[in-house]
Protein backbone atom coordinates (compact mmCIF):
# COMPACT_ATOMS: atom_id res chain seq x y z
CA UNK A 1 0.00 0.00 0.00
CA UNK A 2 0.96 3.63 -0.29
CA UNK A 3 -0.87 5.69 2.19
CA UNK A 4 -0.01 9.14 0.50
CA UNK A 5 -1.45 8.00 -2.93
CA UNK A 6 -4.48 5.65 -1.09
CA UNK A 7 -5.20 8.92 1.28
CA UNK A 8 -5.21 11.59 -1.88
CA UNK A 9 -7.76 9.25 -3.49
CA UNK A 10 -9.92 9.31 -0.87
CA UNK A 11 -9.66 12.60 1.22
CA UNK A 12 -12.04 14.09 -1.51
CA UNK A 13 -14.93 11.41 -0.66
CA UNK A 14 -15.58 13.11 3.02
CA UNK A 15 -18.48 15.18 3.08
CA UNK A 16 -17.16 18.39 5.43
CA UNK A 17 -19.94 20.24 7.82
CA UNK A 18 -20.20 24.00 6.70
CA UNK A 19 -18.59 24.91 10.08
CA UNK A 20 -15.47 23.04 8.75
CA UNK A 21 -12.89 25.89 7.30
CA UNK A 22 -10.44 23.27 6.51
CA UNK A 23 -11.33 19.08 6.16
CA UNK A 24 -8.43 16.37 6.17
CA UNK A 25 -5.59 17.14 4.07
CA UNK A 26 -3.68 19.79 6.04
CA UNK A 27 -2.06 19.28 9.36
CA UNK A 28 -5.08 19.82 11.52
CA UNK A 29 -8.91 20.02 10.58
CA UNK A 30 -10.23 23.81 11.36
CA UNK A 31 -13.86 23.81 12.85
CA UNK A 32 -14.85 27.42 12.87
CA UNK A 33 -16.98 28.55 15.60
CA UNK A 34 -17.18 32.29 15.01
CA UNK A 35 -15.21 33.30 17.93
CA UNK A 36 -12.75 30.48 18.33
CA UNK A 37 -12.02 27.65 15.77
CA UNK A 38 -11.59 23.93 17.23
CA UNK A 39 -8.50 22.64 15.41
CA UNK A 40 -8.27 18.75 15.39
CA UNK A 41 -5.46 16.10 13.70
CA UNK A 42 -4.85 12.34 14.67
CA UNK A 43 -1.76 10.65 14.28
CA UNK A 44 -0.43 7.25 15.10
CA UNK A 45 2.59 5.40 15.17
CA UNK A 46 3.39 1.56 15.06
CA UNK A 47 6.64 -0.27 16.70
CA UNK A 48 9.47 -1.20 14.32
CA UNK A 49 7.90 1.77 12.02
CA UNK A 50 8.11 4.94 14.18
CA UNK A 51 9.67 3.64 16.97
CA UNK A 52 12.14 0.66 18.06
CA UNK A 53 10.43 -1.38 20.16
CA UNK A 54 12.66 -1.71 23.20
CA UNK A 55 12.60 2.20 23.56
CA UNK A 56 12.00 3.07 26.83
CA UNK A 57 8.22 3.87 26.97
CA UNK A 58 7.88 6.90 28.33
CA UNK A 59 10.06 8.35 25.54
CA UNK A 60 7.37 6.81 22.88
CA UNK A 61 4.44 7.93 24.40
CA UNK A 62 6.32 11.46 24.73
CA UNK A 63 6.80 11.44 20.74
CA UNK A 64 3.68 10.27 20.01
CA UNK A 65 2.33 13.76 21.56
CA UNK A 66 4.74 15.87 20.39
CA UNK A 67 4.04 14.68 16.51
CA UNK A 68 0.71 15.58 17.12
CA UNK A 69 1.68 19.01 19.21
CA UNK A 70 3.52 19.75 16.32
CA UNK A 71 0.93 19.51 13.68
CA UNK A 72 -0.76 22.30 16.21
CA UNK A 73 1.81 24.56 15.90
CA UNK A 74 2.08 24.31 11.99
CA UNK A 75 -1.41 25.90 12.27
CA UNK A 76 -0.46 28.52 14.76
CA UNK A 77 -2.48 26.98 17.13
CA UNK A 78 -2.65 26.22 20.81
CA UNK A 79 -2.96 22.67 22.37
CA UNK A 80 -5.66 21.82 25.22
CA UNK A 81 -7.11 17.85 24.53
CA UNK A 82 -5.83 14.45 23.53
CA UNK A 83 -7.49 11.47 22.90
CA UNK A 84 -5.37 7.63 23.05
CA UNK A 85 -5.75 4.61 21.69
CA UNK A 86 -3.19 1.90 22.73
CA UNK A 87 -3.15 -1.64 21.18
CA UNK A 88 -0.34 -3.62 22.38
CA UNK A 89 0.90 -7.09 23.27
CA UNK A 90 2.50 -6.71 26.36
CA UNK A 91 2.29 -8.15 29.32
CA UNK A 92 4.45 -6.31 31.68
CA UNK A 93 2.58 -4.17 33.90
CA UNK A 94 5.67 -1.67 34.42
CA UNK A 95 5.89 -0.73 30.50
CA UNK A 96 2.23 0.40 30.88
CA UNK A 97 2.87 2.63 33.99
CA UNK A 98 5.75 4.09 32.29
CA UNK A 99 4.19 4.65 28.83
CA UNK A 100 1.05 6.47 31.00
CA UNK A 101 2.97 8.72 33.18
CA UNK A 102 5.46 9.34 30.46
CA UNK A 103 2.87 10.58 28.89
CA UNK A 104 0.67 12.38 31.30
CA UNK A 105 4.26 14.43 32.34
CA UNK A 106 4.78 15.63 28.43
CA UNK A 107 0.55 16.28 28.47
CA UNK A 108 1.29 18.49 31.43
CA UNK A 109 4.28 20.33 30.35
CA UNK A 110 1.97 21.55 27.39
CA UNK A 111 -1.10 21.97 29.12
CA UNK A 112 -2.97 19.23 27.55
CA UNK A 113 -5.47 17.20 29.75
CA UNK A 114 -5.87 13.29 28.13
CA UNK A 115 -9.61 13.04 28.15
CA UNK A 116 -10.40 9.72 26.75
CA UNK A 117 -8.34 6.43 26.01
CA UNK A 118 -8.81 2.99 25.04
CA UNK A 119 -6.68 -0.01 25.57
CA UNK A 120 -6.67 -3.13 23.60
CA UNK A 121 -4.80 -5.95 24.22
CA UNK A 122 -2.69 -7.37 20.98
CA UNK A 123 -2.04 -11.34 19.96
CA UNK A 124 1.23 -12.30 21.51
CA UNK A 125 2.91 -13.32 18.34
CA UNK A 126 2.46 -10.51 16.27
CA UNK A 127 3.55 -6.51 16.31
CA UNK A 128 4.53 -4.89 19.87
CA UNK A 129 2.39 -2.42 19.75
CA UNK A 130 0.11 0.65 17.22
CA UNK A 131 -0.97 3.47 19.07
CA UNK A 132 -3.11 6.83 18.04
CA UNK A 133 -4.01 10.01 19.29
CA UNK A 134 -5.81 12.73 18.65
CA UNK A 135 -5.45 16.14 19.30
CA UNK A 136 -7.47 18.83 20.00
CA UNK A 137 -6.79 22.63 20.15
CA UNK A 138 -7.80 26.01 19.34
CA UNK A 139 -6.95 28.77 17.07
CA UNK A 140 -8.45 32.16 16.60
CA UNK A 141 -10.68 32.66 13.47
CA UNK A 142 -8.21 34.05 10.50
CA UNK A 143 -4.81 33.24 12.07
CA UNK A 144 -4.92 28.97 11.23
CA UNK A 145 -1.94 28.69 9.34
CA UNK A 146 -3.11 26.75 5.70
CA UNK A 147 -0.64 25.14 3.36
CA UNK A 148 -2.79 26.80 0.31
CA UNK A 149 -1.80 30.41 1.72
CA UNK A 150 1.34 31.15 0.04
CA UNK A 151 1.70 33.84 -1.84
CA UNK A 152 4.08 34.30 -5.49
CA UNK A 153 6.99 36.70 -3.61
CA UNK A 154 6.97 34.91 -0.27
CA UNK A 155 10.20 33.51 1.25
CA UNK A 156 9.99 30.10 2.81
CA UNK A 157 11.67 30.18 5.95
CA UNK A 158 12.30 27.15 8.26
CA UNK A 159 12.89 27.32 12.04
CA UNK A 160 15.63 25.09 13.72
CA UNK A 161 18.22 22.46 12.18
CA UNK A 162 17.24 19.40 9.82
CA UNK A 163 18.95 15.74 8.99
CA UNK A 164 20.03 13.13 11.20
CA UNK A 165 17.08 13.02 13.10
CA UNK A 166 16.54 9.07 13.56
CA UNK A 167 20.72 8.62 14.82
CA UNK A 168 20.74 11.80 16.75
CA UNK A 169 17.78 10.93 18.65
CA UNK A 170 16.00 14.13 17.42
CA UNK A 171 13.24 12.06 16.58
CA UNK A 172 12.72 11.07 20.06
CA UNK A 173 13.70 14.26 21.94
CA UNK A 174 12.33 17.20 19.58
CA UNK A 175 10.11 20.03 21.49
CA UNK A 176 7.24 21.13 18.96
CA UNK A 177 7.70 24.63 17.74
CA UNK A 178 4.45 25.41 19.50
CA UNK A 179 5.66 28.98 20.97
CA UNK A 180 7.09 29.98 18.05
CA UNK A 181 3.71 28.78 15.37
CA UNK A 182 1.57 31.07 17.77
CA UNK A 183 4.12 33.78 17.60
CA UNK A 184 4.30 33.33 13.83
CA UNK A 185 0.69 33.02 13.05
CA UNK A 186 0.06 36.30 14.71
CA UNK A 187 0.45 38.52 11.37
CA UNK A 188 4.08 37.46 10.00
CA UNK A 189 2.53 34.04 8.22
CA UNK A 190 -0.57 32.19 7.42
CA UNK A 191 1.20 29.44 5.13
CA UNK A 192 3.29 26.62 7.59
CA UNK A 193 3.92 23.36 7.66
CA UNK A 194 5.84 20.98 10.40
CA UNK A 195 8.30 18.64 8.73
CA UNK A 196 7.70 15.02 9.62
CA UNK A 197 7.71 13.49 6.01
CA UNK A 198 11.39 15.65 5.09
CA UNK A 199 12.17 18.88 3.82
CA UNK A 200 11.31 18.28 0.38
CA UNK A 201 8.38 16.83 0.47
CA UNK A 202 6.92 19.14 3.27
CA UNK A 203 8.12 21.89 1.47
CA UNK A 204 6.32 21.21 -1.80
CA UNK A 205 3.48 20.50 -0.08
CA UNK A 206 3.03 24.43 0.92
CA UNK A 207 4.13 24.83 -2.62
CA UNK A 208 1.24 22.57 -4.40
CA UNK A 209 -1.33 23.42 -2.13
CA UNK A 210 -0.72 26.99 -3.04
CA UNK A 211 -0.26 26.43 -6.73
CA UNK A 212 3.26 28.02 -6.82
CA UNK A 213 6.34 26.57 -7.58
CA UNK A 214 9.26 27.26 -4.54
CA UNK A 215 13.02 27.34 -5.31
CA UNK A 216 14.63 25.86 -2.24
CA UNK A 217 18.55 27.58 -1.78
CA UNK A 218 19.68 24.23 -0.84
CA UNK A 219 23.14 25.68 0.85
CA UNK A 220 21.05 28.27 3.05
CA UNK A 221 19.71 24.72 4.65
CA UNK A 222 21.02 24.21 8.26
CA UNK A 223 21.98 20.85 9.12
CA UNK A 224 22.05 19.19 12.38
CA UNK A 225 25.30 17.86 13.05
CA UNK A 226 27.13 18.44 9.56
CA UNK A 227 24.72 15.83 8.45
CA UNK A 228 24.44 15.77 4.59
CA UNK A 229 21.66 17.87 2.55
CA UNK A 230 20.14 14.55 1.36
CA UNK A 231 19.41 13.63 5.37
CA UNK A 232 18.09 17.07 5.85
CA UNK A 233 15.72 17.22 2.36
CA UNK A 234 14.40 14.03 2.77
CA UNK A 235 14.87 11.69 6.33
CA UNK A 236 12.18 13.59 7.85
CA UNK A 237 11.18 13.35 11.46
CA UNK A 238 12.96 17.14 12.21
CA UNK A 239 9.27 18.75 13.37
CA UNK A 240 10.43 22.19 12.45
CA UNK A 241 8.15 24.77 11.23
CA UNK A 242 8.47 25.88 7.13
CA UNK A 243 6.20 28.75 6.47
CA UNK A 244 5.59 31.34 3.65
CA UNK A 245 6.20 34.68 4.52
CA UNK A 246 6.25 38.18 2.89
CA UNK A 247 9.61 39.93 2.44
CA UNK A 248 8.41 42.82 4.43
CA UNK A 249 7.23 40.74 7.32
CA UNK A 250 10.45 38.87 6.90
CA UNK A 251 12.30 41.26 7.77
CA UNK A 252 10.46 42.34 10.88
CA UNK A 253 9.91 39.20 11.87
CA UNK A 254 13.89 38.86 12.05
CA UNK A 255 14.07 41.91 14.25
CA UNK A 256 11.43 40.82 16.47
CA UNK A 257 12.59 37.09 16.70
CA UNK A 258 13.30 36.57 20.66
CA UNK A 259 13.51 32.55 20.20
CA UNK A 260 16.69 30.65 20.91
CA UNK A 261 14.88 28.29 18.03
CA UNK A 262 17.08 29.30 14.99
CA UNK A 263 15.35 31.25 11.87
CA UNK A 264 16.43 30.97 8.23
CA UNK A 265 15.30 31.89 5.03
CA UNK A 266 15.33 28.90 2.45
CA UNK A 267 13.93 29.63 -0.48
CA UNK A 268 10.89 31.51 -2.24
CA UNK A 269 7.89 31.23 -3.97
CA UNK A 270 7.15 32.02 -7.80
CA UNK A 271 4.10 31.70 -9.94
CA UNK A 272 4.41 28.45 -11.98
CA UNK A 273 4.70 24.84 -10.34
CA UNK A 274 7.62 22.72 -9.00
CA UNK A 275 10.16 22.46 -6.44
CA UNK A 276 13.58 23.54 -7.91
CA UNK A 277 16.88 24.40 -6.63
CA UNK A 278 18.37 27.74 -7.52
CA UNK A 279 20.59 26.20 -10.40
CA UNK A 280 17.54 24.83 -11.55
CA UNK A 281 17.46 21.33 -10.61
CA UNK A 282 14.08 19.44 -10.19
CA UNK A 283 14.83 18.88 -6.43
CA UNK A 284 11.55 15.89 -6.46
CA UNK A 285 13.43 14.19 -8.92
CA UNK A 286 16.77 14.53 -7.92
CA UNK A 287 16.03 12.73 -4.25
CA UNK A 288 13.34 10.80 -5.77
CA UNK A 289 15.19 7.77 -3.72
CA UNK A 290 14.63 9.71 -0.65
CA UNK A 291 11.26 10.76 -1.12
CA UNK A 292 9.72 7.33 -2.28
CA UNK A 293 11.75 6.14 1.00
CA UNK A 294 9.55 8.06 2.65
CA UNK A 295 6.21 7.41 1.73
CA UNK A 296 5.99 3.59 0.85
CA UNK B 1 -2.25 -7.61 30.01
CA UNK B 2 -6.05 -6.82 32.12
CA UNK B 3 -7.12 -3.52 30.24
CA UNK B 4 -9.78 -2.90 32.31
CA UNK B 5 -7.69 -3.09 35.47
CA UNK B 6 -4.95 -1.65 33.81
CA UNK B 7 -6.74 1.68 33.00
CA UNK B 8 -8.18 1.61 36.18
CA UNK B 9 -5.07 1.92 37.62
CA UNK B 10 -4.22 4.56 35.34
CA UNK B 11 -6.53 6.80 34.53
CA UNK B 12 -6.87 8.54 37.84
CA UNK B 13 -2.55 10.03 36.72
CA UNK B 14 -4.23 12.34 34.10
CA UNK B 15 -4.64 15.62 35.10
CA UNK B 16 -8.32 17.59 33.78
CA UNK B 17 -8.45 21.55 33.01
CA UNK B 18 -11.14 22.88 34.76
CA UNK B 19 -13.59 23.09 31.46
CA UNK B 20 -13.21 19.10 31.63
CA UNK B 21 -16.54 18.53 33.65
CA UNK B 22 -15.84 14.98 32.84
CA UNK B 23 -12.47 13.00 31.92
CA UNK B 24 -11.61 10.12 31.07
CA UNK B 25 -13.65 6.97 32.70
CA UNK B 26 -17.18 7.15 31.81
CA UNK B 27 -18.36 6.89 28.12
CA UNK B 28 -17.46 9.95 26.85
CA UNK B 29 -15.53 13.23 28.02
CA UNK B 30 -17.20 16.17 29.11
CA UNK B 31 -15.90 19.69 28.06
CA UNK B 32 -18.07 22.84 29.05
CA UNK B 33 -17.88 25.65 27.31
CA UNK B 34 -20.91 27.43 29.28
CA UNK B 35 -23.19 27.51 26.31
CA UNK B 36 -22.73 23.96 25.00
CA UNK B 37 -20.30 20.90 25.59
CA UNK B 38 -18.02 19.25 23.99
CA UNK B 39 -17.94 15.47 24.10
CA UNK B 40 -15.01 13.24 23.21
CA UNK B 41 -14.52 9.39 22.76
CA UNK B 42 -11.56 7.16 21.28
CA UNK B 43 -12.42 3.76 20.90
CA UNK B 44 -10.37 1.09 18.74
CA UNK B 45 -11.03 -2.10 16.70
CA UNK B 46 -8.31 -5.10 15.96
CA UNK B 47 -8.65 -7.72 13.33
CA UNK B 48 -9.55 -10.78 14.68
CA UNK B 49 -10.53 -9.65 18.24
CA UNK B 50 -13.48 -7.19 17.15
CA UNK B 51 -14.00 -8.63 13.67
CA UNK B 52 -12.60 -11.20 11.34
CA UNK B 53 -10.50 -10.28 9.24
CA UNK B 54 -12.46 -11.56 6.01
CA UNK B 55 -15.73 -9.17 7.51
CA UNK B 56 -16.51 -6.89 4.35
CA UNK B 57 -14.72 -3.63 4.70
CA UNK B 58 -17.50 -1.17 4.68
CA UNK B 59 -19.01 -3.51 7.76
CA UNK B 60 -15.79 -2.90 9.73
CA UNK B 61 -15.68 1.03 8.98
CA UNK B 62 -19.24 0.74 9.84
CA UNK B 63 -18.80 -1.06 13.14
CA UNK B 64 -16.03 1.36 14.19
CA UNK B 65 -17.95 4.69 13.89
CA UNK B 66 -21.24 3.13 15.27
CA UNK B 67 -19.80 1.72 18.65
CA UNK B 68 -18.34 5.70 18.95
CA UNK B 69 -21.84 7.14 17.79
CA UNK B 70 -22.86 4.69 20.49
CA UNK B 71 -21.01 6.17 23.30
CA UNK B 72 -22.01 9.85 21.77
CA UNK B 73 -26.05 8.17 22.46
CA UNK B 74 -25.03 6.64 26.11
CA UNK B 75 -23.84 10.47 27.08
CA UNK B 76 -27.10 12.02 25.43
CA UNK B 77 -25.74 13.90 23.37
CA UNK B 78 -25.40 14.79 19.05
CA UNK B 79 -22.76 13.65 17.02
CA UNK B 80 -20.54 15.83 14.60
CA UNK B 81 -17.02 15.14 13.56
CA UNK B 82 -14.90 12.15 13.52
CA UNK B 83 -11.11 11.64 13.22
CA UNK B 84 -9.42 7.55 12.17
CA UNK B 85 -6.24 6.09 11.97
CA UNK B 86 -6.12 2.79 10.46
CA UNK B 87 -2.45 0.86 10.52
CA UNK B 88 -3.21 -1.99 8.14
CA UNK B 89 -1.18 -4.99 6.19
CA UNK B 90 -3.37 -5.45 3.35
CA UNK B 91 -1.80 -3.85 -0.42
CA UNK B 92 -5.61 -4.37 -2.17
CA UNK B 93 -6.75 -0.73 -2.77
CA UNK B 94 -10.02 -2.40 -3.49
CA UNK B 95 -10.29 -2.88 0.35
CA UNK B 96 -9.13 0.53 1.17
CA UNK B 97 -11.58 2.12 -1.31
CA UNK B 98 -14.91 0.09 -0.06
CA UNK B 99 -13.34 0.84 3.83
CA UNK B 100 -13.48 4.59 3.75
CA UNK B 101 -16.70 4.72 1.08
CA UNK B 102 -18.24 2.86 3.87
CA UNK B 103 -17.35 4.63 6.59
CA UNK B 104 -18.00 7.97 4.64
CA UNK B 105 -21.94 6.29 4.10
CA UNK B 106 -22.34 5.60 7.49
CA UNK B 107 -21.19 8.72 8.44
CA UNK B 108 -23.06 11.05 6.72
CA UNK B 109 -26.37 9.02 7.77
CA UNK B 110 -25.40 10.13 11.25
CA UNK B 111 -24.78 13.73 9.94
CA UNK B 112 -21.13 13.37 11.41
CA UNK B 113 -18.01 14.66 9.07
CA UNK B 114 -14.68 12.55 8.84
CA UNK B 115 -12.28 15.64 9.62
CA UNK B 116 -8.93 14.37 9.95
CA UNK B 117 -7.38 11.08 9.73
CA UNK B 118 -4.04 8.89 9.19
CA UNK B 119 -2.93 5.84 7.35
CA UNK B 120 -0.09 3.33 8.36
CA UNK B 121 0.92 0.48 6.51
CA UNK B 122 1.90 -2.53 9.02
CA UNK B 123 4.42 -5.53 8.05
CA UNK B 124 3.19 -7.93 5.79
CA UNK B 125 3.61 -10.84 8.20
CA UNK B 126 1.64 -9.71 11.16
CA UNK B 127 -1.70 -8.53 12.26
CA UNK B 128 -4.07 -7.57 9.40
CA UNK B 129 -5.37 -4.12 11.24
CA UNK B 130 -5.63 -2.16 13.79
CA UNK B 131 -8.11 1.15 13.24
CA UNK B 132 -8.88 3.77 15.98
CA UNK B 133 -11.67 6.48 15.66
CA UNK B 134 -12.24 9.73 17.66
CA UNK B 135 -15.78 10.35 17.78
CA UNK B 136 -16.78 14.88 18.72
CA UNK B 137 -20.17 15.77 19.71
CA UNK B 138 -22.57 18.12 21.91
CA UNK B 139 -24.70 18.51 24.29
CA UNK B 140 -26.31 20.81 26.39
CA UNK B 141 -24.61 21.76 29.70
CA UNK B 142 -26.44 19.74 32.55
CA UNK B 143 -27.87 17.42 29.88
CA UNK B 144 -24.92 14.90 29.94
CA UNK B 145 -26.01 11.69 30.99
CA UNK B 146 -23.49 10.31 33.62
CA UNK B 147 -22.83 7.06 34.89
CA UNK B 148 -22.96 8.33 38.48
CA UNK B 149 -25.80 10.35 38.67
CA UNK B 150 -28.32 7.05 39.20
CA UNK B 151 -30.42 7.92 42.46
CA UNK B 152 -31.58 5.15 45.05
CA UNK B 153 -35.29 4.34 44.10
CA UNK B 154 -34.34 4.61 40.83
CA UNK B 155 -35.50 2.24 38.10
CA UNK B 156 -32.75 0.12 35.65
CA UNK B 157 -34.48 0.78 32.12
CA UNK B 158 -32.92 -0.77 28.75
CA UNK B 159 -33.21 -0.09 24.95
CA UNK B 160 -33.80 -3.19 22.51
CA UNK B 161 -32.73 -6.66 23.23
CA UNK B 162 -29.70 -8.86 24.61
CA UNK B 163 -27.69 -11.40 23.96
CA UNK B 164 -26.45 -13.62 20.78
CA UNK B 165 -24.61 -10.50 19.06
CA UNK B 166 -21.88 -12.34 17.48
CA UNK B 167 -23.89 -15.32 15.90
CA UNK B 168 -26.75 -12.91 14.64
CA UNK B 169 -24.65 -10.27 12.81
CA UNK B 170 -25.67 -7.74 15.32
CA UNK B 171 -22.55 -6.37 15.96
CA UNK B 172 -22.42 -5.36 12.28
CA UNK B 173 -25.87 -4.39 12.19
CA UNK B 174 -26.98 -2.47 14.73
CA UNK B 175 -28.32 0.94 14.92
CA UNK B 176 -26.31 3.16 17.80
CA UNK B 177 -29.78 4.61 19.82
CA UNK B 178 -29.07 8.22 19.26
CA UNK B 179 -32.26 9.60 18.78
CA UNK B 180 -33.48 7.51 21.60
CA UNK B 181 -30.29 8.68 23.82
CA UNK B 182 -30.96 12.86 23.03
CA UNK B 183 -34.77 12.22 23.58
CA UNK B 184 -33.61 10.55 27.27
CA UNK B 185 -31.46 12.79 27.81
CA UNK B 186 -33.81 15.68 28.12
CA UNK B 187 -35.34 14.97 31.39
CA UNK B 188 -35.78 11.16 31.89
CA UNK B 189 -32.18 10.44 32.82
CA UNK B 190 -29.28 11.76 34.02
CA UNK B 191 -27.13 8.27 34.30
CA UNK B 192 -27.19 6.05 31.30
CA UNK B 193 -24.30 3.93 29.77
CA UNK B 194 -24.27 1.86 26.66
CA UNK B 195 -23.82 -1.82 26.55
CA UNK B 196 -21.12 -3.11 24.96
CA UNK B 197 -18.65 -5.29 27.56
CA UNK B 198 -22.02 -6.88 28.50
CA UNK B 199 -25.31 -5.61 29.98
CA UNK B 200 -24.10 -6.86 33.54
CA UNK B 201 -20.66 -5.41 33.38
CA UNK B 202 -22.44 -2.33 31.80
CA UNK B 203 -25.06 -2.08 34.21
CA UNK B 204 -23.25 -2.93 37.48
CA UNK B 205 -20.37 0.21 36.06
CA UNK B 206 -23.74 3.02 36.67
CA UNK B 207 -24.38 1.29 40.14
CA UNK B 208 -20.19 1.73 41.49
CA UNK B 209 -19.88 5.15 39.83
CA UNK B 210 -23.52 6.01 41.79
CA UNK B 211 -22.40 3.99 44.80
CA UNK B 212 -25.95 1.77 44.64
CA UNK B 213 -26.97 -1.35 45.05
CA UNK B 214 -28.51 -2.94 41.60
CA UNK B 215 -31.15 -5.29 41.72
CA UNK B 216 -31.75 -6.88 38.48
CA UNK B 217 -34.93 -8.88 37.30
CA UNK B 218 -33.35 -11.29 35.46
CA UNK B 219 -36.73 -12.97 33.95
CA UNK B 220 -37.63 -9.41 32.27
CA UNK B 221 -34.39 -8.81 30.02
CA UNK B 222 -35.17 -9.23 26.87
CA UNK B 223 -33.77 -11.54 24.76
CA UNK B 224 -32.20 -11.45 21.26
CA UNK B 225 -33.42 -14.63 18.85
CA UNK B 226 -34.64 -16.13 22.65
CA UNK B 227 -30.95 -16.57 23.47
CA UNK B 228 -30.39 -17.92 27.13
CA UNK B 229 -30.08 -15.41 29.62
CA UNK B 230 -26.00 -16.00 30.18
CA UNK B 231 -25.74 -14.87 26.80
CA UNK B 232 -27.94 -11.79 27.28
CA UNK B 233 -25.79 -10.86 30.31
CA UNK B 234 -22.09 -11.68 29.26
CA UNK B 235 -22.03 -11.32 25.41
CA UNK B 236 -21.69 -7.57 25.10
CA UNK B 237 -21.54 -5.67 21.89
CA UNK B 238 -25.29 -4.85 22.27
CA UNK B 239 -24.93 -1.44 21.81
CA UNK B 240 -28.31 -0.92 23.78
CA UNK B 241 -28.72 2.04 26.33
CA UNK B 242 -29.09 1.16 30.09
CA UNK B 243 -30.54 3.93 31.96
CA UNK B 244 -31.77 5.16 35.86
CA UNK B 245 -34.70 7.01 36.00
CA UNK B 246 -37.54 7.69 38.48
CA UNK B 247 -40.25 5.53 38.77
CA UNK B 248 -42.47 8.90 38.20
CA UNK B 249 -40.49 9.72 34.95
CA UNK B 250 -40.44 6.36 34.01
CA UNK B 251 -44.68 6.41 34.01
CA UNK B 252 -44.01 9.00 31.98
CA UNK B 253 -41.80 8.16 29.24
CA UNK B 254 -43.83 5.03 28.96
CA UNK B 255 -46.27 7.05 27.93
CA UNK B 256 -44.59 9.27 25.64
CA UNK B 257 -42.12 6.75 24.11
CA UNK B 258 -42.85 6.53 20.57
CA UNK B 259 -39.54 4.97 19.05
CA UNK B 260 -40.14 1.52 17.81
CA UNK B 261 -36.75 0.48 19.86
CA UNK B 262 -37.88 -1.33 22.84
CA UNK B 263 -37.85 -0.13 26.42
CA UNK B 264 -38.03 -2.41 29.24
CA UNK B 265 -37.74 -2.22 33.30
CA UNK B 266 -35.10 -4.63 34.04
CA UNK B 267 -34.14 -2.90 37.63
CA UNK B 268 -33.67 -0.85 40.23
CA UNK B 269 -31.02 0.84 42.35
CA UNK B 270 -31.21 0.88 46.28
CA UNK B 271 -28.78 2.07 48.79
CA UNK B 272 -25.60 -0.53 49.27
CA UNK B 273 -23.36 -2.11 47.44
CA UNK B 274 -22.96 -5.24 44.29
CA UNK B 275 -25.63 -6.41 41.95
CA UNK B 276 -28.14 -9.26 42.93
CA UNK B 277 -30.62 -10.73 41.35
CA UNK B 278 -34.43 -10.39 42.98
CA UNK B 279 -34.15 -13.51 44.83
CA UNK B 280 -30.70 -12.64 46.20
CA UNK B 281 -27.95 -13.87 44.15
CA UNK B 282 -24.63 -11.93 43.44
CA UNK B 283 -24.70 -11.60 39.68
CA UNK B 284 -21.24 -10.70 39.12
CA UNK B 285 -19.94 -13.70 41.22
CA UNK B 286 -22.81 -16.30 39.73
CA UNK B 287 -21.35 -14.83 35.68
CA UNK B 288 -17.55 -14.86 36.35
CA UNK B 289 -16.99 -16.43 33.74
CA UNK B 290 -18.37 -14.43 31.32
CA UNK B 291 -17.26 -11.62 32.84
CA UNK B 292 -13.77 -12.98 33.06
CA UNK B 293 -14.28 -13.46 29.58
CA UNK B 294 -14.79 -10.04 28.66
CA UNK B 295 -12.03 -8.34 30.21
CA UNK B 296 -8.93 -10.62 29.95
Redesign the interface.
Known sequence: ?N?LA??Q???P?????PE?TT??GDD??V?NFGNTC?L???????A??HYYPDTKPERIAAKLLKRNLSDIAAMGGTP??A???L??K??D?DW??AF??GL?QE??RW?V???????????AD??ED?M?L?I?GWCQPGNACLRSNAKAGDLLYATGCFGDSLKSGHHLDFAPRLAEGAFLAQGFTSAMIDVSDGLLLDASRIAEASKLALIIDMPTIPLRNDTDTASAMCDGEDYELLFAISPDAAQQLERLWDFETKLTCIGHFESGYGVTSTDGHNLLKEFKTGYEHRN?
Chains 1, 2 share one sequence.
Open positions: METLRILIFQQRIGPCAILAAVDQMAGIAYLLSASRADFNYYEARNSICGGDLCALPGLVSTLT
